[in-house]
């Protein structure tokens, strides 16, 4: 079974533009999850979409945003790029229960200069 | 204070020796506690998942909680080269939403 697939796997971006990044999970896995990892801050839990919708969200400004399709493919959106957005950003996904593990992708790394 | 503490080491120990990584937290809610180990430019691969207090064993890992102290711990057994990676704690309520430690490295010298 294939596992999480992010796209692409390296962005480098300047200050004020805006990035989206994508996230296919696991075949039959419904929930999508969005995470930034910094040297700085470490993993940090950005949100959850399950069945289209943003189940649960973490302490992130409004710039950060996602959806998710019919597909249980996600997408997250970064407006207006700030340097400190440079990260790793990487999707977990799972089968939606809420009990479940949560399976990473190898991340997209994104670099705002 | 952060929710999960974890120290980031980095840790270096001869290989075969027997390495212990630990975290405590503060959060008295977490139900449910994980392992995970990355390699540089990868993503994090989950070793271990517990839900209870007590030992679980895979193999050359033992994951162990103790909800009354808030501290839990992986212990590798004759720890390889190729164990040489960041292990991150991660516990979560119920959802899954996801805390982390700040993630401990991990050198195991040949």
């Known amino acids: 079974k294939a596992g999480v697939t992010q796209t692409p796997r390296y962005l480098i971006k300047t200050r004020g533009q805006q990035v989206t990044l994508s996230c296919s999970p696991i075949?039959?896995?419904?929930?999508v999850s969005w995470y930034q990892q910094t040297p700085g801050q470490g993993l940090q839990f950005l949100f959850e979409?399950?069945?289209?919708?943003?189940?649960n969200k973490g302490n992130f400004p409004g710039r950060f945003s996602g959806r998710q399709f019919s597909n249980s493919r996600s997408e997250m959106n970064v407006s207006t790029l700030e340097l400190g957005d440079s990260a790793l950003y990487l999707c977990?996904?799972?089968?939606?229960?809420?009990?479940?593990?949560?399976?990473f992708g190898p991340g997209t790394r994104l670099l705002v200069l | 204070q952060k929710e999960v503490e974890q120290d980031p080491g980095p840790l270096s120990v001869p290989e075969g020796a027997i390495v212990s990584l630990n975290c405590t937290y503060s959060?008295?809610?977490?139900?449910?506690f994980m392992w995970y180990r990355q390699y540089s430019r990868k993503g994090p691969e989950l070793l271990m998942y517990?839900?209870?207090?007590g030992n679980k064993e895979d193999g050359r890992f033992t994951a162990q909680v103790d909800k009354s102290s808030k501290y839990i711990s992986l212990f590798i057994r004759d720890s390889q080269p190729s164990d040489s990676a960041t292990y991150l704690c991660?516990?979560?309520?119920?959802?899954?939403?996801?805390?982390f430690g700040a993630g401990t490295i991990l050198r195991v010298k040949s």
């Open positions: 977990a996904s799972s089968l939606g229960g809420g009990e479940e593990t949560q399976y």
């Open positions: 075949s039959g896995h419904r929930s």
């Open positions: 979409y399950f069945s289209e919708t943003q189940r």
């Open positions: 959060n008295s809610a977490f139900q449910y």
């Open positions: 517990t839900y209870s207090s």
């Open positions: 991660a516990m979560r309520e119920y959802g899954n939403k996801l805390v």
